[in-house]
């Protein structure tokens, strides 16, 4: 069934009908601590067996638009998650990471003197359309049992099997050289730390992610998300004393 409309996020709302709340997850908190975050809240509200999970993961230091299901509305998290996805990133060209962006330091600097924003363009148009893309090492796809980020801490080299995403549009916002902000929006599954690195290659200068926030994941974008802050101060005990930001609570799936 179909998110039908938006109301105020309160209480006395019967979450195990199902409720599909947009959160802007904070810098440095992986998806998971949103998730917990939302179990702690709802415990306290008396919600001590719900069901809760979210639709589409973002790395520690991405922000924006993460959609947690809550209820019912788990059962929605796969056909949420194979939305449409928007993202603005920055990617800065001349150095590069081990996991293509911040986690780790710089480990190799490239000149990119020769870089101009004719060539740029050119790359991006290039990076278009449907495509084998493969994922970063430092990620949490599985091989053989394991996260891929596991066998990269320990130092072992895994092959990454490359995945079939589909990059609709990617458009510069700006070009401050070395730093270039991209709108990049894409399928399911599409990794924004490769699409730095395979800049960077496409350059030959490298290139890696200094900042990442998903703007939109399927009908949700930046005016519907609630802040951590305001998701405490809703579902405390006492009633809201301002308008709430929008959410939209989904049928009883069945």
């Known amino acids: 069934r179909k998110i039908v409309v938006k109301q105020p996020l309160m209480p006395d709302f019967p979450f195990p009908e199902g409720y599909v709340l947009p959160v802007d997850k904070p810098l440095g908190w992986t998806s998971s601590d949103v998730v917990r975050k939302m179990r702690v809240l709802l415990r306290r509200l008396g919600h001590r067996k719900i069901k809760v999970g979210h639709a589409g993961t973002l790395d520690p230091l991405a922000t924006g638009v993460l959609i947690v299901c809550i209820g019912r509305a788990t ?58 893309q493969e994922p970063p090492v430092y990620s949490a796809k599985m091989i053989e049992g394991r996260r891929a980020y596991e066998y990269a801490r320990e130092g072992e080299e895994v092959r990454m099997r490359r995945a079939l995403v589909n990059i609709y549009e990617i458009a510069p916002e700006r070009i401050d050289l070395p730093d270039v902000t991209l709108r990049v929006r894409c399928s399911k599954g599409t990794y924004i730390r490769s699409i730095a690195r395979d800049l960077g290659e496409k350059l030959s200068c490298g290139g890696h992610l200094t900042a990442l926030r998903r703007t939109r994941s399927g009908a949700f974008s930046e005016q519907d998300l609630y802040t951590i802050e305001e998701v405490e101060r809703m579902l405390s005990s006492a009633p809201p004393t301002q308008s709430a930001p929008s959410v939209s609570p989904v049928s009883p799936v069945k």
Request: proline share 5%; glycine share 6%; net charge negative.
């Open 75 to 132: 059962k929605r998290v796969d056909e949420l998650q194979a939305e449409e996805k928007e993202y603005l990133t920055t990617v800065r060209l001349g150095a590069t990471t081990p996991s293509y962006d911040l986690e780790h330091p710089v480990d190799q600097t490239y000149p990119y003197g020769h870089v101009t924003e004719k060539s740029i363009l050119a790359a991006l148009q290039e990076m278009e359309g449907e495509q084998l």
